[in-house]
């Protein structure tokens, strides 16, 4: 078995190749709901998969309109873990078509074990 930083990596992973490829289905398949995120100060909250979904389309647009083309994982390091949830640190950089870096942050991920997903 692998332990649970490990598979939490591997998750995380695996949603943000489907990020880049804006392949919905898959991030809604690696994912709880409810399920919350916080950006800056504000926390928002997406009740159902379908919720969230429907918000993809307008987060793609805004992302196309600043220039997006792909996010780079630049680290991920698991600041604790347990068998039911994994605190992710990950620094990440939005690039543009040329690979030009126009956005870098650090941004803080929780992953739950819930009945083994």
Do not use: C
């Not at 489907?18 to 995120?37: C, E, I, K, N, Y």
């Not at 997406?46 to 196309?64: C, I, P, V």
Request: aromatic share 10%; no cysteine; charged share 25%.
């Amino acid at each position: 078995m692998t332990d649970p930083a490990t598979e939490a990596i591997e998750a995380f992973n695996r949603w943000h190749a489907a990020f880049d490829t804006r392949d919905t289905g898959t991030q809604l398949s690696l994912m709880h709901f409810p399920h919350v995120r916080q950006a800056g100060n504000r926390f928002q909250t997406w009740e159902t998969a379908n919720e969230f979904g429907a918000d993809e389309k307008a987060l793609t647009d805004r992302l196309k309109a600043e220039g997006w083309d792909h996010t780079v994982t630049l680290s991920i390091n698991a600041t604790q873990a347990d068998d039911t949830k994994v605190h992710l640190g990950i620094g990440q950089s939005r690039r543009d078509a040329d690979d030009a870096e126009y956005n870098r942050f650090d941004t803080p991920w929780i992953f739950t074990n819930i009945d083994g997903k």
